[in-house]
């Protein structure tokens, strides 16, 4: 976690350690080439790091290069982002362009994209309050839990020594681990007034008026008696004596330095409000042009009204991502192309980058099925030749139809494993080869059939 102290000191980052070269040695555990793109983001991600380590006025000058990955679908962009936001600890939020245009010109509000970061970013700095405080929680729930168990009697001094007794056995038990199917009655607290929507015309919709919060002090939260498991209990009372030992408002005020020195936002698809050009003046295109003009202020730095207090996006860092096939990065109004200046282009893949990815990555499409179907009891092995030829047919199918990048895998790997999947259970105990000419009796009477190939590919 990487927060700012109260004196707006720069934070002690676990990530200060991690070059940027370490960073794409990182992505490239999970995608295939695109080097040029990694490096783009482990510069930006590192600079972040850099930047809450530099000294004197000149650190409020440096301000984040927004980037801008073009490239056509499935070559990569959208896992990038999915990779670096478990990669780094900086709050970090993937939003799409056209959610923002989903009806007419009164789409999503942009600014909704950063208050969503903010609520990230805060419920980051509670996670490390929570772990901090994680031992005393703890005890205080055993604590509770025995309470519950057998109260401390009052009155004869002997007898309130004898169920102290009583009650250091129970501890120990409990720590033990040998009363968690023991039922006991808690008080659970439940508030009030649920949380309320509210929509208005300056630019705040979705924001959550918590009406508990606001009258918590002449409406306190209802208390009921609940009868439930004691490895049920502990979850209920570890959040209500969290809540007491957590400083919630500082932890907003955490949260919300910690999303404007280090949140991430990755706009995906912002190729969509491109489309149609700048001269488009009528249709569709009216509303992308005006999600372009509201973006403008918040990639240049604004201030957004959220719950959790104002935000500056002066120092969020933007990575734009589109496929631009129906359009082209100066169909974007000037304003915010200038304020996108890192540009990267992916490169289409190959037959022999489908190789690399159908066995290379941790999440190669190959191991999946191997797990999935030793489950079944059922070794699943592919030779060179089998690999080579569902390459081969991806790419084939991506040159003769739409080319959908890496994404076509998918469609031709769950082809050829159609029938191995469906009487699985009929091979248990066995080892399955999947070799070339197998490969090519599921698929390739579909791949010489271009109409098919359409439906099917």
Do not use: W
């Amino acid at each position: 976690m990487r927060g700012m102290d109260e004196q707006d000191q720069a934070p002690d980052t676990s990530l200060a350690g991690l070059t940027p070269r370490e960073i794409v040695e990182e992505l490239d555990r999970y995608i295939v080439g695109q080097a040029e793109a990694k490096r783009a983001v482990a510069i930006a991600l590192r600079n972040r790091m850099r930047r809450q380590l530099v000294e004197g006025e000149i650190r409020d000058e440096i301000k984040p290069k927004n980037i801008l990955m073009i490239g056509p679908t499935g070559v990569g962009k959208t896992e990038i982002s999915r990779r670096l936001a478990r990669l780094t600890t900086c709050p970090f939020i993937k939003v799409e362009a056209t959610k923002f245009t989903e009806v007419g010109y009164v789409g999503r509000d942009v600014d909704s994209m950063v208050r969503d970061l903010v609520d990230v970013a805060v419920e980051m700095v509670r996670e490390e309050e929570v772990l901090r405080v994680e031992e005393e929680a703890e005890r205080l729930v055993d604590k509770e839990i025995v309470n519950a168990l057998l109260p401390v009697p009052e009155g004869d001094p002997e007898q309130v020594e004898r169920a102290e007794q009583t009650r250091e056995k129970l501890r120990g038990k409990l720590v033990a681990g040998e009363l968690e199917e023991r039922f006991i009655e808690i008080t659970v607290e439940e508030p009030v007034i649920p949380q309320v929507e509210i929509f208005t015309q300056d630019g705040m919709d979705q924001m959550g008026i918590d009406m508990g919060d606001m009258l918590s002090g002449l409406l306190p939260p209802s208390r009921k008696k609940r009868r439930m498991k004691i490895r049920d209990a502990r979850a209920v009372l570890f959040e209500q004596v969290v809540d007491d030992l957590i400083n919630m408002e500082e932890v907003k005020q955490r949260g919300v330095r910690l999303a404007e020195e280090m949140g991430i936002i990755f706009l995906d698809e912002i190729d969509k409000i491109a489309a149609g050009g700048r001269e488009e003046t009528s249709g569709p295109g009216v509303s992308r042009q005006g999600v372009q003009r509201d973006l403008l202020p918040l990639l240049e730095g604004t201030t957004i009204r959220t719950r959790h207090g104002s935000v500056s996006t002066e120092d969020v860092l933007f990575v734009a991502a589109g496929a631009f096939n129906m359009s082209k990065p100066s169909d974007l109004i000037p304003e915010l192309q200038g304020r996108l200046p890192i540009r990267v282009e992916l490169q289409s893949l190959t037959a022999a980058d489908f190789e690399r990815i159908l066995r290379e990555p941790r999440d190669a499409l190959l191991k999946q099925y191997q797990a999935l179907l030793a489950v079944e009891r059922v070794v699943l092995e592919f030779d060179d030749g089998a690999v080579q030829e569902i390459a081969r047919i991806a790419d084939e199918v991506n040159h003769t139809t739409e080319n959908i990048g890496a994404r076509r895998l998918a469609t031709v790997m769950e082809k050829v494993m159609e029938e191995i999947s469906y009487n699985a259970d009929l091979h248990a105990g066995e080892t399955l080869h999947i070799d070339r000419g197998y490969v090519r009796q599921r698929v390739a009477g579909i791949v010489e059939d271009r109409d098919l190939s359409r439906y099917i590919l």
